[in-house]
């Protein structure tokens, strides 16, 4: 066993067995039949269902059968991703786990700590029968990394608990409260082409910043889309016309560059190049402290007809580029500093004889999420264009009055002598699923230390893991007492 020396409590010792299992997203089979037979040889009561999530229980201790019944969640697939020179194959290797200072990581690949710390914490709890605690309910999903398919397809009609802690976070010293729900909107606007000559000249905007649309879109970085089509307003001007337009890769990342084909005449390109440098300088200078690598670069093609936009379909894609609402919409009327509500135009491509408009919408109020969808909706079809949106998920809204987190903040100031940080995400969780399947519930999510999740470079602070398991554990004594 690597972690033998390390282990405590049993943690370790069942972050290595979950390791040596594969169990990247889409193939948790069997992680799944590894959880069911870890309850099965206990005597607990489980249920696997067909899209393989797991829900284990556990009696009360002795006394204490009286209490609510609380809830441990979180998910067993992993981000599977390694170096180039790497032979690993994640559908049948396990991890090569070492052990480098306070940290754990893996050989190549990606650890897993996201979110195997969760299932190791609850098979420690699960198997020690010394715990004081009132009756438990683990929930161990499948594929949340890719849309939270698991939660969605789960039936909760057997979970009879109302409170619940997610072990999905990264930050010891955080307690999260609150996520946002989103959905991914898709905006079509039809376009008609006609055949001109005259010379390409490609302008591209680039050197951003980019970043998540959840966790960075509060950073002021600026959207290569939204930046070109203001460029090409700011040129209207000028004599030219538009070949085609493309920015942005995925809805959920800030595009970081984008580019259009435009068509001049000979006799116009210097005077549009000069407007072009002249507009570059200005944004430069606009942009100077958050996009300190902002460019703006042009390249001279050949002359020849090209299919351009007419001019109607030109003014259309124009005004839906100047006109979208993106960015911050909305900041939280109840934790200063974090962003309510957003969207990201994190797409912008020609198919199908139409320009495509893909945004990544956020909002940690339902109502507002729709408002926004609603917005882009009315913007789409005023433009002559269709809208619809999909993987729409619900958001985790903040709970002012949350008995599970008065008792988990007093188990944090009397073992370790500080407050703990509450906090919020703009960004999905698993929590929002869960309630309002279940409705009315008091969620709480909490994690040791990780750092560069998703990445090769993974690491989980193995001194951090012990403490917050402690924490864990006088949680579930202190919930059981005081609910008893």
């Not at 169990?23 to 206990?42: H, P, Q, V």
């Not at 008609?192 to 980019?210: D, F, I, N, Q, S």
Request: one cysteine or more; aromatic letters at 8%.
């Amino acid at each position: 066993m690597v972690l033998q020396d390390i282990d405590y409590k049993k943690i370790f010792y069942y972050f290595e067995e979950i390791s040596k299992i594969p169990r990247g997203s889409g193939n948790c089979k069997e992680i799944s039949d590894y959880l069911a037979d870890f309850a099965k040889s206990r005597g607990l009561f489980f249920r696997q269902d067909e899209a393989f999530n797991i829900i284990i229980k556990k009696p009360a201790s002795p006394g204490y059968e009286g209490c609510p019944a609380l809830i441990l969640q979180g998910h067993m697939d992993m981000v599977c991703e390694k170096v180039k020179e790497s032979n690993h194959d994640f559908l049948k290797d396990g991890l090569k786990l070492y052990v480098e200072e306070d940290f754990l990581a893996a050989k190549d690949t990606t650890l897993g700590g996201d979110d195997g710390i969760a299932v190791a914490y609850a098979l420690a709890i699960l198997e020690d029968d010394s715990l004081l605690h009132p009756p438990l309910e683990v929930v161990i999903t499948t594929d949340e990394e890719v849309g939270l398919l698991g939660a969605s397809a789960l039936d909760t009609s057997d979970l009879e608990g109302k409170y619940m802690i997610n072990i999905d976070s990264e930050n010891e010293d955080t307690l999260l409260v609150s996520c946002a729900g989103g959905m991914t909107s898709h905006c079509a606007i039809p376009v008609a082409l006609e055949r001109k000559a005259g010379k390409k000249l490609t302008v591209t905007v680039k050197g951003l910043l980019g970043g998540h649309s959840g966790a960075e879109i509060d950073k002021n970085r600026v959207n290569a889309d939204i930046l070109l089509g203001r460029l090409l307003y700011d040129l209207r001007k000028q004599s030219f016309d538009i070949i085609s337009l493309q920015g942005g890769l995925k809805q959920n990342a800030i595009p970081r560059e984008a580019s259009a084909e435009l068509l001049v005449k000979e006799e116009d390109s210097y005077q549009v190049l000069n407007e072009v440098k002249f507009l570059a300088e200005k944004y430069k200078n606009e942009c100077r402290s958050n996009e300190p690598d902002l460019a703006v670069v042009t390249v001279q093609g050949e002359e020849k007809e090209y299919a351009c936009l007419d001019a109607d379909s030109r003014q259309r894609i124009l005004c839906m580029l100047m006109d979208t609402p993106n960015g911050i919409q909305v900041m939280s009327p109840n934790i200063e500093g974090l962003v309510e509500s957003s969207l990201n135009l994190g797409e912008l491509y020609y198919a199908d004889g139409a320009y495509h408009f893909v945004y990544g919408v956020r909002s940690s109020q339902a109502s507002y999420k729709f408002y926004m969808s609603d917005k882009l909706c009315a913007l789409t079809r005023q433009l002559g264009g269709s809208y619809s949106y999909d993987g729409e998920y619900p958001g985790w809204e903040y709970k002012k009055d949350s008995r599970l987190r008065e008792i988990y903040g007093a188990a944090c100031q009397e073992m370790f002598g500080r407050p703990v940080k509450i906090e919020a995400i703009h960004a999905g969780l698993e929590c929002g699923i869960l309630a309002e399947k279940m409705g009315d519930m008091d969620i709480i999510s909490i994690g040791p230390d990780m750092k560069n999740i998703h990445t090769t470079e993974e690491r989980l602070s193995i001194s951090s893991t012990k403490r917050l398991y402690d924490l864990l554990c006088r949680v579930l004594k202190d919930f059981a007492e005081a609910m008893k």
